[in-house]
């Protein structure tokens, strides 16, 4: 079974700093998803990866790809209170339908 | 962007009583519609992957019984909690899938309280 595991779980940090959230996935995939999800609501697509060396940044928010390592991270440049959410990466299996989702980590920017 | 549509986003129901979850893609057609189950502080459990005009797929662990799953056509799936106990209450997200590359949708989840 694919394990998709994001380090930290939870993440408080001041506004203004710089932080990574990382997601390690145990199995192939050349596609991987990254989504915030706000308290009490749905998913929000923010990434998606779909090579290896893929980069792509919104914002405040830079993530990147690594198929090689199975890992994937997501930047946070200058945090501010907006940022506040909890974030997750998702991964494809190699069958391409279906989604594995990483634990979430659950980020708290303090002004 | 593609819109999917869940309704209803909330619903208070008796226990025993059986509750039906509608999600419908707007603007496109979903081959693929994914149900999850998401608990308070955790990360979301996929349930079934619905696949229009079959039946749904279940992971393991799951109730076909009890988690009723009609994807009857290329918009609409709908999740039926049957006799629903207060175990069931959580929040239900769907999503549809539009082509390549393989991007899911969400709807806006349905919390679920049963009393």
């Known amino acids: 079974e694919l394990k998709v595991e994001q380090n930290p779980l939870f993440l408080s940090m001041q506004e203004g700093k710089n932080y990574t959230i990382y997601c390690n996935y145990s199995?192939?995939?050349?596609?991987l998803y990254w989504y915030r999800q706000d308290p009490g609501k749905s998913l929000e697509s923010l990434f998606v990866l779909l090579s290896n060396g893929a980069v792509k940044q919104e914002g405040r928010l830079m993530a990147s790809l690594d198929t090689k390592a199975r890992l994937s991270t997501l930047h946070i440049t200058a945090a501010v209170h907006d940022l506040s959410a909890t974030y997750f990466c998702?991964?494809?299996?190699?069958?391409?339908?279906?989604?594995?989702f990483g634990t979430g980590t659950s980020l708290t920017v303090i002004p | 962007g593609a819109v999917v549509s869940q309704h209803p986003s909330r619903v208070i129901c008796k226990s025993g009583t059986s509750v039906k979850i509608e999600c419908r893609s707007l603007d496109f057609q979903a081959t693929t519609m994914f149900w999850y189950r998401q608990f308070p502080k955790q990360s979301l459990m996929l349930m079934a992957t619905?696949?229009?005009?079959?039946?749904?797929?279940?992971e393991q662990g799951v109730e076909k019984d009890k988690f009723l799953i009609n994807h009857a056509s290329l918009t609409l799936s709908t999740l039926t909690v049957t006799s629903a106990h207060p175990e069931d209450s959580s929040f239900y997200i769907c999503?549809?899938?539009?082509?390549?590359?393989?991007?899911?949708?969400f709807g806006a989840g349905t919390r679920l309280s049963v009393l």
């Open positions: 999503s549809a899938m539009a082509g390549k590359p393989n991007i899911q949708y």
């Open positions: 619905s696949n229009e005009g079959s039946k749904a797929t279940y």
């Open positions: 998702a991964v494809d299996s190699p069958t391409g339908n279906q989604f594995y």
């Open positions: 199995t192939t995939s050349d596609r």
